[in-house]
């Protein structure tokens, strides 16, 4: 049966909630959306040796519910994202936010207290990511996009300032001629790119499997 949108955004921005505090958004989403990655792949690719991103050991999320409770959680979290990273050429990329940082996370109980809540929510069944489609869409692409979308709506930002809309992006895949694409040499090139969302939608609406560069 396919997973409900509706459950994980719930989910989701519940784990907002649950980290936030006083942080803007433009800080916590570092940590949410590594924490949405670490948990897909995990779920996606745990147990398969050919998949696209290696999930090692002690390097799952699995790992980071075994933390739940522990005083050193904020340590242990660092190093699971590490060998993620390390394992995946990932480096500097998902390991970037410092679950250990007492000034954004508290000190003592209430770093642990926060991201012991942190982890179970993401552990919840109706976070699942076992099956990438829910209804025909890609769950993955989709909790991003509404999750980037609260983000900048809580930061009193817009849209464009964390990433670009997909209906814009739609619309400048269209106006370069990205359906006329014959050739999976053919590539698009973003300057620019912050967090790819335009080079992943104009790559979505061409008919090959052109080559993206940000």
């Given at each position: 049966m396919a997973v409900k949108k509706s459950q994980i955004y719930s989910s989701l921005w519940a784990s907002c909630n649950a980290l936030r505090g006083g942080m803007d958004a433009s800080i916590y989403k570092d940590y949410i959306l590594v924490l949405l990655f670490v948990k897909y792949v995990s779920d996606k690719y745990g147990n398969d040796p050919y998949a696209p991103v290696v999930v090692p050991e002690g390097g799952s999320f699995a790992d980071m519910v075994k933390l739940v409770g522990n005083k050193n959680i904020g340590e242990g979290?660092?190093?699971?994202?590490?060998?993620?990273?390390?394992?995946?050429?990932?480096?500097?990329i998902i390991d970037?936010?410092?679950?250990?940082?007492?000034?954004?996370?508290?000190?003592?109980d209430e770093k642990v207290k926060r991201l012991s809540n942190l982890i179970n929510i993401f552990k919840r069944p109706d976070l699942s990511f076992k099956a990438n489609q829910a209804g025909g869409d890609d769950i993955l692409g989709d909790a991003y996009e509404y999750l980037m979308r609260h983000f900048a709506t809580e930061s009193g930002k817009s849209k464009g300032q964390f990433y670009t809309p997909a209906e814009v992006s739609r619309i400048m895949a269209r106006v370069i001629g990205v359906k006329e694409a014959k050739?999976?040499?053919?590539?698009?090139?973003?300057?620019?790119?912050?967090?790819?969302?335009?080079l992943l939608r104009a790559h979505h609406e061409a008919p090959v499997d052109l080559t993206i560069y940000g």
């Open positions: 979290i660092n190093t699971i994202i590490a060998t993620l990273a390390e394992e995946n050429g990932l480096r500097g970037n936010a410092d679950f250990d940082d007492s000034d954004k996370l508290g000190k003592g050739s999976a040499s053919q590539t698009i090139y973003d300057p620019t790119c912050g967090s790819g969302s335009l």
